[in-house]
């Protein structure tokens, strides 16, 4: 049981870090990049890296070494590879 928990605590972690993520970052985004909604797979590419803009800060505080942080930038690139083949974009 304790296992489930720690796992369930650790999921709950992860995606309230990458919530954060998306609404501290995304303002930015929309001064930057204005008609960044034009482009659906641009905007995959956003969205992903500000989860994991906010994924690698929480790993930070949490203490996790440079190379676990660094683990999770580099599936940024994957998630618009992969969304418009799921989603019918491409």
Known sequence: MRNHLSFLL??????????????VVAPLWALAWPDLASSPAAHAMV????MA?????WMCI???GRGHRRDVRGHVPAVPRAAPARTGWA
């Not at 969205?47 to 500000?50: L, N, S, V, W």
């Open 47 to 50: 969205m992903a890296t500000d």
């Open 10 to 23: 650790h999921f709950v972690e992860m995606v309230a870090a990458m919530v954060v993520g998306m609404l």
């Open 62 to 64: 949490r203490g996790h």
């Open 53 to 57: 803009i906010g994924m690698a800060v």
